[in-house]
Every structure is written in C-alpha cells, then in structure tokens.
C-alpha cells in the first residue's frame, strides 16, 4: 500500500485519467474505463491523441466513449519525434486542468510513451497496462520494444497479462506495485463478438464461412517494410493460387502507403482474395470468430484469436508473445515465404494439426482483467485491505 497517496486522496474518489490514441489501445482500455466508471470509488477521466484518428473514432464509437479531452495531433506524414512531442505538449495542459492521482496508460505505443513521460515530468503516479511484455530486441518490433520498456521504468503500477511478463518486469529489478491481471482485450471480446452478428462491411457477409477456410491476414508493421512484406506478400498469393476452392484470404489492408502498394501489387485480380478497408474492432473481432485461421503481424490479434479458438501463425522473426506459443496456440511463421507457406498449408491441409492448436489453452486471460486492475488500483490507494486474486491461465 502507498500511505502518502493513501493520505493524499483520504475522503474523495481517486481521480484517474485514461490516455490512449491508436486503435488496438482504444479497444484494450475502453472496457477498463467502463468498469471505473461504474465503481463509484473513481472520479473517471478519458484523454484520447488521436495518433490514429480515423481507426480511434469507429473504437469510440463502438464502446460509447466519450473522452472529455482530445488532442487530435494527427497530421499527414507525421513522424515518431511529431507525435512524442505533440503528445508532451498537449498532455502538459491537460494535466494543469485536471490534476489527476493516476494516470493510466496502454501498452507500447508512441502515446503510451509520451503520456507516461508527461506524468512523469508532473510527478503523477502512473499505471501500466499490459506490462512486461519484452522481445528484448529495441529495433523488433520498433519503437513499441523501447516504449514498453521505457515505461516499464517510469511506471509505478505494472499490470501484467500473464505471469511470464511478471518475470519479466523481475528480471529488471520491478518488483514493487506489480499484478497478473490477465488481459484487457479477453473482456472486450465478450462485448463485441455476436453469434447473429451482420457485418457493415457488405462484402463479409457473403463469404461462406461454412464451407470455406477463410483465412484472416492482417501485416503492417514497420520492422516488415520492405523484403519482409514482400516476401509475406508472396506466400499469400501462392496460398490463393493453390487453393482456389477451397481458401479465401480477407485481409483488411492497413492505411499506410507502403502496405497498400506492396498489398495490391501482390493479391489484386485474385478471386479468393478479398482487400477491403480497415474494420472496426466489432467487425475484426466477428470475423475472426467466424475464420478458420488467422496469419498476422499483429500484437493484438496473437491474442484475441486464442480466446477464440483459431490458431495464429506470426508473421514476425519473434513474438513479445511468447505464451501463445508456449501454450501452443500460435506458431511463429517467420517472414520467408517457404516457412510461412509450409506452416499455413499443414493447417490447411492437415485437421490434426489444425485441432491441436485450436484447442490449446489460451494463456491471455479469463475476461476479469479490468475488475482485477480496478482493485489493485483501490488497494495501492489504502481503499482495499487485499490486493486481487492474481489470474493463472488453468482458470
């Protein structure tokens, strides 16, 4: 228990403000600030960057999130310097008007940087979501490594997913204010993910997810830029054309640039091969409930697929990820065309192989993260006399 925050805060609700500003972090956090908002303990603020703006807005919109504050830095061509120092900036007036005790931050994003950098700068106690998580490489995946592990130090609550990142955090020396929680993104998929689900996306709804292996792809990282993707690029359209009966690839093709040109070039005119627009996270999770498999470079989908029985192959030389491959749920893929070929046509192919993975015990979460976050943020505050039950994937 903290005394001098405990003493600071006696007698009011605890004033926590939430920041985040890309997609995966909005759909990560939205059902945590639900479950503050609902304990009446908390005095709840909500401040979005808008790193992503577009991709943000449908995740608002979805969750019924209202921030009361936006800073709205996106800018065409925006670089990492850009988006640190705006975020800096425009949270150091935020904070002026809303002095909070807590300020929460997800992740490894530039905002989940700059925001714990600015919380720092204003001694504000700063809590973690998704801590711990580590390739130990600071250029793969680049910048996420460096941030996560630069808020790792400036952090003085750390909610780990799972009790691998808890080891992690150890290994470093981060012991004190630290909780398994299980993750965020486990409880958002039990809002969005409908069995009588129609998609927006028209074009999803006629696909024939009974006969068909569809196949959800998802690459843009920018550690893949270049060879990489190319290569990425190549096994998908190999995978098409050699299954054109019974595959089709969705692949929600990211706004980069870089990814649209080498995305199309590679899979246009291919008739099992459909490149549609990014989807809202309702729709990305309904489509992924409703796919046979799922080929990513995604942080965020190496989790949320397990959850829902479908094996990932990782189209990365490593995973931050580890717990998914343990447990058998996923498999890294590796970005050379031969290996991501013979990993996906052996699911293709072989239904033993398909059913070990998509029956492994998935080691992200239970769906009682937020509530698990919310009472270590009431115990470090001396308003709960227990810390919570940490989550161990067997429950």
């Given at each position: 228990?903290?005394?001098?925050?405990?003493?600071?805060?006696?007698?009011?609700?605890?004033?926590?403000?939430?920041?985040?500003?890309?997609?995966?972090?909005?759909?990560?956090m939205?059902?945590?600030?639900?479950?503050?908002?609902?304990?009446?303990?908390?005095?709840?603020?909500c401040?979005?960057?808008?790193?992503?703006?577009?991709?943000?807005?449908?995740?608002?919109?979805?969750?019924?999130?209202?921030?009361?504050?936006?800073?709205?830095?996106?800018?065409?061509?925006?670089?990492?310097?850009?988006?640190?120092?705006?975020?800096?900036?425009?949270?150091?007036?935020?904070?002026?008007?809303?002095?909070?005790?807590?300020?929460?931050?997800?992740?490894?994003?530039?905002?989940?940087?700059?925001g714990?950098?600015?919380?720092?700068?204003?001694?504000?106690?700063?809590?973690?979501?998704?801590?711990?998580?580590?390739?130990?490489?600071?250029?793969?995946?680049?910048?996420?490594?460096?941030?996560?592990?630069?808020?790792?130090?400036?952090?003085?609550?750390?909610?780990?997913?799972?009790?691998?990142?808890?080891?992690?955090?150890?290994?470093?020396?981060?012991?004190?204010?630290?909780?398994?929680?299980?993750?965020?993104?486990?409880?958002?998929?039990?809002?969005?993910v409908?069995?009588?689900?129609?998609?927006?996306?028209?074009?999803?709804?006629?696909?024939?997810y009974?006969?068909?292996?569809?196949?959800?792809?998802?690459?843009?990282?920018?550690?893949?830029?270049?060879?990489?993707?190319?290569?990425?690029?190549?096994?998908?359209?190999?995978?098409?054309?050699?299954?054109?009966?019974?595959?089709?690839?969705?692949?929600?093709?990211?706004?980069?640039?870089?990814?649209?040109?080498?995305?199309?070039?590679h899979?246009?005119?291919?008739p099992?091969?459909?490149?549609?627009?990014?989807?809202?996270?309702?729709?990305?999770?309904?489509?992924?409930?409703?796919?046979?498999?799922?080929?990513?470079?995604?942080?965020?989908?190496?989790?949320?697929a397990?959850?829902?029985?479908?094996?990932?192959?990782?189209?990365?030389?490593?995973?931050?990820?580890?717990e998914?491959?343990?447990a058998?749920?996923?498999?890294?893929?590796?970005?050379?065309?031969?290996?991501?070929?013979?990993?996906?046509e052996?699911?293709?192919?072989?239904?033993?192989?398909?059913?070990?993975?998509?029956?492994?015990?998935?080691?992200?979460?239970?769906?009682?993260?937020?509530?698990?976050?919310?009472?270590?943020?009431?115990?470090?505050?001396?308003?709960?006399?227990?810390?919570?039950?940490?989550?161990?994937?067997?429950?």
């Amino acid at each position: 228990m903290d005394r001098l925050s405990a003493e600071r805060t006696a007698g009011r609700p605890l004033k926590v403000m939430t920041i985040f500003g890309t997609r995966p972090e909005a759909i990560k956090m939205a059902p945590l600030v639900q479950e503050l908002e609902r304990r009446p303990e908390f005095d709840c603020h909500c401040c979005v960057t808008a790193q992503h703006r577009q991709m943000l807005d449908g995740v608002l919109e979805i969750f019924h999130l209202k921030p009361q504050f936006d800073l709205n830095i996106m800018e065409q061509k925006q670089t990492l310097s850009m988006i640190t120092s705006k975020c800096l900036l425009g949270l150091e007036r935020v904070f002026a008007q809303i002095r909070p005790d807590l300020v929460l931050v997800h992740g490894d994003t530039s905002t989940t940087f700059a925001g714990a950098l600015a919380a720092f700068y204003q001694k504000i106690s700063i809590g973690h979501v998704e801590a711990g998580l580590r390739t130990y490489d600071k250029y793969s995946p680049f910048p996420e490594e460096m941030n996560r592990a630069m808020v790792g130090r400036l952090a003085d609550l750390h909610f780990c997913p799972t009790e691998a990142n808890r080891r992690n955090l150890a290994h470093e020396g981060i012991t004190d204010g630290v909780y398994v929680t299980g993750n965020t993104v486990i409880d958002a998929l039990r809002t969005t993910v409908k069995k009588d689900y129609t998609f927006a996306t028209q074009a999803l709804n006629h696909i024939d997810y009974a006969q068909k292996k569809v196949i959800l792809v998802t690459c843009h990282r920018r550690e893949n830029y270049g060879k990489p993707m190319e290569e990425i690029m190549s096994a998908l359209r190999e995978l098409a054309l050699k299954y054109p009966d019974e595959v089709e690839l969705i692949y929600p093709v990211h706004l980069s640039p870089v990814v649209q040109e080498v995305a199309h070039r590679h899979l246009d005119g291919l008739p099992n091969a459909h490149l549609i627009a990014p989807l809202m996270a309702d729709e990305m999770h309904n489509l992924m409930d409703r796919s046979y498999l799922v080929m990513t470079d995604s942080g965020g989908l190496q989790e949320e697929a397990p959850a829902l029985g479908k094996p990932v192959l990782v189209l990365r030389q490593e995973t931050e990820r580890p717990e998914a491959v343990a447990a058998g749920t996923a498999k890294l893929a590796g970005v050379h065309k031969e290996q991501i070929l013979e990993l996906a046509e052996e699911l293709i192919e072989s239904l033993p192989a398909y059913q070990e993975m998509a029956h492994a015990v998935n080691p992200y979460g239970d769906g009682q993260a937020c509530r698990r976050i919310a009472e270590a943020i009431l115990y470090h505050f001396g308003r709960r006399q227990w810390p919570p039950e940490p989550f161990h994937a067997s429950c």
